[in-house]
């Protein structure tokens, strides 16, 4: 009996509210509020026909910014202050609710649709204000506009149970009930309330209201076709219906509350289990057949044993049930607040909607799809809208069972409830990117950083689907991009990086990488990443007998630049081991050894005045040297003017190429760890070779 939750749950609802007879005309229409209207389509109809979209799109999809847009646009000027203020920044709740105080006072019409459309578009599970606007459309006499306010507002929020009883409630005050089609109008809405929210474990309300109004219309057996479906649903006050229940069935023959072939059924069993035994003309007895002819009625014994057999076979429904509630008893008790609020959950509440799925997912794998999982997920995600870790599980939960249901979680996620969420957007385009789906994957990137500009991992993400595609001129494009519209000079600094990695990896051109990096370079010669970066390219891509000249034109390059202290000392130290393992002139090698040598000099005073105290310090503030570690990521260490430690090298900057050839010239530290017993000494020693110039 379990219903499976989805968009066509509405479709009754939608097809059921149109400009038909029993329904109050606007009283701005001059029409008769309270008599019948001709037949033919109504403002609603477009709602209605919304409503009936396609899965994956057309429910959740609509929005509400055209709602409204009619008559006057000549809107108060206090309104235009605070209209004004919630789109300097739509992300402040306080300023939404300001400018909604401000119009419920007012009472402008045209101002109040404005504000909220705009508001329930960006916030659909705030009942309350859906409920308001109902009211101020209902006072002022435009009832199919509250009509299609609340038709729009089941569309975005299917699982409200308080907007499903306030629409039900409002369609019997507003249908002239003496037409019949304003009773099947109510009972379908009633049918399509409970389909989409009827399987809520506190939708008990909502049930009673149906049974209630069957009972009102003279029609018991409806009645109990309602109890028939809650019996079997797990709810919070499942003990009540089947007590309402078996009030029902004691207070009605059972032929007045079973359907013929049930009831037919029921009879046969009980006359089978205890035939009626009847006087005989003749003396003895005679044994009536089961059953009874068309015209005959059950004695009072009958009629009581067939409720008896009535209420035992839900009795075994009811207790089944029982089972299903006490499972979901302790997770539903921790739920404190299941209504939507800006205001953070804390983290107990979030561990026990995750519990709580896990344990739906979990029960509904072992007994086949029903539905209920997904009927959670809804739920959990009025609560936590504002989480991108629910609406990625939902997801992919959802990407387990279909596409189409998947692209639907993410397209609600990024396009109402977290427009400005990257980590949702980029889930989403990596989800279309994996099933071919380029075109709304591009769509989906560029939709985000047209929202949020200035992220660098959307924009990477744009450049590697790109990539993929095979599309090399586009990445390379849209790096370059990148590289020109970089305020900061730290942004301007990685995408540089990026692109020249992308020309150098990927596309295979050293020249062009090596004039992004010397370009970058002009810009922002102290980026000592850049050095690094070029440095990298240059040892990893030259050929054997050529690497001489471009890599110490590079070192040299850089130790000329104001770079930190370290930076420097370690590219000077490169610089030395390089010449001592390719270089092909001594002048060379001993100029910068003579060059390395003041460099260790100049820092070895500094460090000797900080320990003396001689340089003034901010009070509180560490001495440079003592920090533990520089932007470089460089331990500072003691420095010795005869045995030089290497620190070890930040990690390359051009995808790790450079590993094995750095390794190759850190000897010094290698060596004198594993041969100074021996009486080996550091390579860079000259003085016992060359006297110091």
């Known amino acids: 009996m379990e219903a499976e939750y989805s968009d066509a749950n509405l479709n009754g609802a939608a097809e059921g509210i149109r400009s038909e007879p029993g329904i109050e005309q606007d009283e701005a229409s001059g029409d008769d509020v309270t008599g019948s209207v001709e037949e033919g389509p109504a403002p609603a109809e477009e709602s209605a026909a919304t409503a009936t979209g396609s899965e994956g799109g057309g429910l959740y999809s609509a929005g509400l910014e055209d709602y409204g847009e009619e008559e006057d646009q000549d809107y108060p000027r206090e309104f235009e202050k605070f209209w004004k203020l919630t789109q300097e920044s739509p992300v402040d709740f306080s300023a939404w609710t300001s400018l909604l105080q401000y119009i419920e006072q007012e009472g402008h019409m045209c101002a109040a649709r404005k504000a909220l459309g705009a508001f329930l578009s960006r916030y659909p599970y705030c009942y309350g204000y859906w409920k308001k606007w109902v009211d101020m459309e209902r006072r002022s006499g435009f009832i199919n506009k509250a009509v299609q306010v609340c038709l729009r507002g089941l569309q975005l929020f299917p699982l409200s149970l308080d907007l499903w009883i306030h629409y ?107 035939a009626a035994v009847t006087p005989d003309p003749d003396g003895g007895s005679e044994v009536s057949p089961p059953g009874l002819t068309p015209g005959e009625r059950e004695t009072d014994e009958h009629e009581q044993k067939i409720r008896e057999l009535l209420v035992a076979r839900r009795q075994q429904v009811y207790e089944s049930n029982e089972l299903e509630v006490s499972k979901r008893w302790s997770f539903e008790e921790a739920i404190k607040r299941p209504y939507f609020h800006v205001k953070p959950l804390d983290r107990a509440q979030l561990r026990n909607w995750h519990s709580y799925l896990d344990f739906e997912v979990g029960a509904e794998a072992g007994a086949g799809p029903g539905g209920r999982a997904e009927l959670l997920f809804e739920r959990c995600l009025v609560a936590c809208a504002l989480y991108e870790e629910f609406w990625s599980k939902y997801a992919k939960f959802q990407a387990q069972r279909s596409v189409d249901r998947a692209r639907n979680v993410f397209k609600r996620a990024c396009e109402i409830h977290l427009p400005r969420k990257p980590s949702m957007h980029l889930l989403w385009a990596a989800f279309e990117a994996a099933r071919g789906n380029l075109k709304e994957a591009r769509r989906v990137l560029e939709a985000l950083e047209q929202s949020v500009p200035g992220l660098a991992m959307v924009r990477l993400r744009r450049a590697s689907v790109e990539r993929r595609a095979g599309n090399l001129e586009g990445a390379e494009s849209l790096l370059r991009e990148a590289v020109l519209q970089s305020q900061a000079a730290p942004l301007r600094s990685f995408y540089s990086i990026k692109l020249a990695r992308q020309l150098l990896r990927v596309q295979r051109d050293r020249g062009k990488a090596r004039r992004v990096l010397q370009d970058a370079i002009d810009r922002d010669p102290t980026d000592s990443k850049l050095h690094l970066a070029l440095l990298d390219l240059e040892l990893s891509t030259a050929e054997p007998g050529q690497s001489e000249g471009p890599v110490l034109q590079c070192l040299s390059r850089a130790l000329s630049c104001s770079l930190p202290p370290q930076t420097r000392l370690l590219l000077s130290r490169q610089r030395l081991e390089f010449q001592q393992d390719f270089g092909s002139s001594v002048q060379s090698l001993l100029t910068a050894y003579d060059e390395h040598q003041n460099l260790l000099n100049e820092t070895a005073s500094v460090k000797r005045r900080l320990e003396n105290g001689d340089c003034e310090e901010e009070e509180g503030e560490e001495p440079e040297e003592k920090k533990v570690k520089s932007e470089d990521g460089l331990v500072a260490t003691p420095i010795d003017h005869t045995t030089v430690s290497m620190p070890t090298p930040p990690a390359p900057l051009m995808g790790g190429d450079l590993n094995s050839s750095q390794a190759a010239y850190n000897y010094g530290a290698w060596y004198q760890q594993q041969y100074g017993a021996y009486g080996y000494q550091s390579p860079w020693n000259y003085n016992q070779y060359y006297p110091p110039s």
């Open 168 to 274: 039900l409630s409002f369609l019997q005050e507003t249908l002239n009930m003496n037409l019949p089609q304003s009773a099947l109008r109510i009972r379908e809405a009633f049918r399509s309330a409970v389909d989409a929210a009827g399987w809520d474990f506190r939708s008990d309300r909502l049930w009673e209201m149906y049974a209630d109004w069957e009972r009102d219309q003279g029609d018991p057996r409806a009645a109990t076709a309602v109890y028939d479906r809650v019996l079997s649903i797990p709810t919070q006050l499942y003990q009540q219906h089947f007590h309402r229940f078996k009030e029902l069935v004691s207070s009605h023959s059972p032929r007045e509350i079973l359907s013929a072939e049930e009831f037919l059924r029921l009879r046969s069993e009980v006359m089978q289990g205890c």
